[in-house]
């Protein structure tokens, strides 16, 4: 029986002091998929002791996007561009690579499309799935040369990545 609803803040570390001053008390946190593969799960668990909450995941976003597109997920990067620089991409975009991104809005798709450009891989095919799980789901897909795809504000962004005739290969590590 629901007893009482919270508004959580919209800062993570607003919602964190939130969920602090609850301590003893049953309190539920929704969250979508898994909360402990970049959900709050992984928050919380740098703040509350094992014993003192419980987790029951669901399918992630990575892998219902996985499941759409058929890509093994174990030969697939997954990171998080969710209030996170874009540019965190760059380490990982290696001819073949295949990338899922959880994202922050409708910007996100269009800045790392330049950002493909930019780096000579405008060939890759970025795929907009949206709503994963819902009836309102979606999948659109376009190269990153020329993306003007509308995109909302709940998806996961799949980067399947082709380096462009003479791109700079970089290397995902440093060193010789």
């Given at each position: 029986e629901l007893k009482h609803f919270v508004q959580w803040r919209p800062s993570l570390e607003a919602m964190v002091a939130q969920v602090d001053k609850l301590r003893g008390t049953?309190?539920?946190v929704l969250a979508s998929g898994d909360p402990l593969w970049f959900g709050?799960?992984?928050t919380?668990?740098?703040h509350l002791s094992r014993?003192?909450?419980e987790v029951h995941p669901v399918p992630s976003s990575f892998q219902l996007a996985a499941s759409r597109l058929h890509w093994p997920l174990q030969h697939v990067t997954t990171l998080s561009l969710h209030g996170r620089p874009a540019?965190?991409?760059h380490p990982h975009v290696t001819p073949g690579n295949r990338i899922l991104a959880l994202t922050s809005d409708n910007t996100t798709a269009p800045h790392v499309a330049r950002l493909l450009v930019e780096r000579g891989y405008g060939r890759t095919v970025l795929t907009v799935l949206e709503n994963l799980g819902g009836p309102a789901e979606t999948e659109s897909f376009?190269?990153?040369?020329?993306?003007?795809?509308?995109?909302?504000?709940?998806y996961v962004l799949a980067l399947d990545c082709a380096a462009d005739p003479g791109a700079p290969l970089l290397v995902p590590v440093p060193g010789l």
């Open positions: 049953p309190t539920v709050i799960g992984a919380l668990s740098k014993d003192e909450y540019e965190l991409i376009a190269e990153a040369t020329g993306f003007a795809l509308p995109v909302g504000d709940f």
